[in-house]
């Protein structure tokens, strides 16, 4: 089985079943999540809101635990909190307890996936394999089956929808725990020793702060928001400060992967945002969702042979290019879930390109490096939400003034003072 022998049908089975929860558990959970909404009112969202943070800062916790050596068990310890934390959503009663849960299942998402990839690519190494034909199949066919039973669940209510991403996330973990001795890594202890970090446990705090207030700003507007956004914006600055006075500017990441991680980021904020904003269907917005995942499968799976068709641009234009002309088509109304599945495809299929070389560099463990990409993603996505919400700011200022009286005023303060005497 190992060493590049052939793998056996039943491990590539496996292996097509943890890929499919690895992909979706980000994705899946929002169908329900969206269903929650019974009506304007804070308490209906904030399951949503709280999921939706932890998904972007969950990671960046586990980071500063340390360096990741095992990513195995990094993942299958965040794929039973994802059960656990769904099983509580399908049951409780108590909206501060699914608040907990929300938040739980969303820090675990953000970890299942990145951590994942440090699985698939320990097993590239040692046994010279990709995914191939029967994990392709069967990733598809299990993807297919979950949806239809999201589908059949959401007729009778939202609770069987978390029953059956429950399930779902349980069988993934099932199958990891199938996998060869080799791939659990069972001599490596799971951070690498004394690589704790307090300034990534502070990039945390900050980060969680920021995105929440940027979050539930995008539904209602209070006092205490902004509070909690200017603190979190002070934080922020302090900490970076702090580190390039004692460290500096330089960092062990090659520039192309924290710019490149960045811009993924961002747009996929930008997706996400135009699904929860301008979206208002609910309906549509659960099949925005569904073709946000399928955008994800398929890279996995035609990825190639449609970069191929590219060859002549970088793979960041090819990213850029897909972004642009989805984000177009995302205008006319019955183009949106085809902007959206373009947008989907070309970011994710780009991920997967900067995840082989973000695991070749030797920076740090490989496993480790493919987190701090992942860190840098997730972070374009929150520095992106918080431009949007300052634009959006500045146009409605601009949108309830004279223009000519604000470019009078910004002349009369920055120019020089001119003499207005009247001629004699």
Avoid: C
């Avoid at 690589?195 to 006092?223: C, D, G, Q």
Wanted: glycine share 8%; no cysteine.
């Amino acid at each position: 089985m190992v060493n590049g022998k052939q793998l056996e049908t039943s491990e590539k089975i496996k292996q097509g079943l943890v890929f499919a929860v690895a992909k979706l558990i980000q994705i899946l959970p929002l169908i329900g999540l969206t269903m929650l909404h019974s009506g304007h009112t804070a308490a209906s969202y904030m399951p949503y809101i709280l999921f939706y943070t932890a998904l972007k800062t969950g990671l960046l916790f586990v980071n500063s635990l340390g360096h990741v050596q095992n990513s195995f068990k990094i993942t299958s310890i965040s794929m039973l909190l994802a059960a656990g934390a769904l099983f509580v959503l399908a049951i409780s009663p108590w909206l501060y307890l699914t608040d907990i849960s929300a938040f739980i299942l969303g820090a675990s998402a953000s970890v299942i996936m990145p951590t994942y990839e440090g699985v698939y690519y320990h097993e590239r190494v040692v046994w010279k394999w990709h995914l191939m034909g029967t994990e392709i199949k069967t990733l598809l066919a299990f993807s297919l089956v979950i949806v239809g039973l999201l589908t059949i669940a959401s007729h009778f209510s939202y609770r069987f929808i978390f029953i059956v991403i429950m399930l779902f996330v349980l069988i993934g973990f099932v199958g990891m725990q199938r996998f060869e001795p080799f791939v659990k890594q069972l001599d490596e202890s799971v951070f690498v020793a004394q690589t704790k970090s307090l300034n990534n446990l502070e990039l945390f705090v900050w980060a969680t702060a920021m995105a929440f207030a940027l979050r539930y700003l995008r539904l209602f507007e209070a006092k205490f928001v902004w509070l909690l956004i200017t603190i979190a914006v002070i934080g922020l600055v302090a900490l970076v400060l702090r580190v390039i006075i004692m460290r500096g500017t330089k960092t062990q990441m090659p520039g192309w992967l924290l710019i490149a991680a960045l811009i993924n980021g961002a747009f996929e904020t930008f997706l996400m945002l135009y699904i929860f904003v301008a979206i208002q269907n609910q309906g549509l917005m659960i099949g925005a969702y569904v073709t946000y995942g399928a955008g994800m499968i398929l890279a996995q799976v035609i990825r190639k042979s449609v970069q191929r068709r590219f060859s002549k641009l970088s793979d960041l234009k090819v990213q850029l290019l897909g972004f642009v002309v989805g984000a177009w088509l995302m205008i006319t109304p019955h183009l949106i879930l085809l902007g959206i599945l373009l947008i989907s495809f070309f970011g994710s299929a780009n991920s997967i390109l900067l995840n082989h070389r973000a695991y070749y560099t030797g920076v740090t463990t490989s496993a480790q490096t493919l987190i701090v990409k992942y860190r840098n993603t997730y972070l374009g996505s929150i520095l992106m939400q918080f431009i949007l919400i300052i634009g959006l700011m500045g146009l409605a200022v601009m949108r309830q003034q004279d223009m000519t009286t604000v470019i009078a005023g910004l002349a009369g303060r920055y120019l020089p003072a001119v003499d207005e005497n009247p001629l004699v």
